[in-house]
């Protein structure tokens, strides 16, 4: 069902600052429109503290209610996550769908998981955030399967039994561990096989899948949507020397994401986790780049990532309007759509490796082609050239600290 008529509800306590609050109510209008609906009003009200009952004050719920029926609205969103009670008591006394910021990102995640893993995730964090919530949902749920926040295992009529909610819960959790046990297969190869891998995270809608595409000549899904990208993909990327890496695109970070779609999605954002090197896409055109640039960063430390050697990409600056100081170092200022930007990422990821890397100088016999090639596909080679005089090929670069090629470099 699309274009649903929403009204946004926000509650502003006195901490939150103005500009906070305000960029969370556009990302809420945004996140609306990427589900399919369109705003037509928002009401909002100061309160020290949440309404226990109803979220908001009584005189609030009069405006709400006259607003419902003047501008014949479908849905009710609210800012901040509900209870079981107060999306009850709401849904009495407004007679409408009511649903919060976190099922409204659910929703999302259910329309745009491709994999079947992808799909599974979000159908685990949907059922965790129903459980709690089925008091709440009334007689909402026999009239599931229409609408924004509907989708997703909404359709199997849930409030019929917990037992049911839980035994699936249950069968998707062990499907999943067999999943993330076979990606840990894969990640210990790529490991043992010496693969550098990249991985580009930053906020949702910065350009992760525009730089990513250019990056690898591929045309993984590119919208001016939030969370175009959710299940991760990963391709091969060539740097200026002939260095090789993976380089994998990743799910999009977002403000007051619902913890149970972080715990979710762990095991796809682990893939940031295992990465060797990290490109943090921000779009610096974004009057809030600053709280954006925070949230990634306190995400990446809860994955436990904050340590991985990163490049800040400030992208879209064909949209800045004003001089550009960026917050982050080392850092490039870039537009995704630029082929010459393009080519200048790839030479400053180089640039930051050569810093982080040991130089090494190597002589190597001409019967040595094996380490010759490997070293050009896995350390970054910037001189190479045969010694006529002793009859072999000198080569001098820089590489990894704990690359196993390093122990025939100190042999030499």
Known sequence: MSNEKILVIAVRKPEQHVARFQSSLDELISLSSTAGGIVEAIITQNRTHIHPATYLGEGKLEEIKKEIEDKDIDLVISNDELSSGQLRNLNNYLGVRIIDRSQLILDIFAQRARTKEGKLQVELAQLEYLLPRLRGQGIELSRLGAGIGTRGPGETKLETDRRHIRRRIFDIKRRLHLVVKQREQYRKRRKENNVFQIAIVGYTNAGKSTLFNKLTNSDSLEEDKLFATLDPLTRKLELPSGFEALITDTVGFLQDLPTSLIAAFRSTLEEVAEADFLLHVVDGSHIDQEQHQQTVVKLLEDLDAHQIPMLYVYNKK???????????????????????????TLEKIEAVLKNEWAPFTVELEADQGKVLSELEREAIVTEKFFDEENNNYVMKGFIQENHTLNNILKEK
């Open 318 to 344: 064909d949209l800045i309007e004003e001089n550009f100081f960026p917050q982050n170092h080392p850092f490039i200022l870039i537009s995704a759509h630029e082929e010459e930007d393009v080519k200048h």
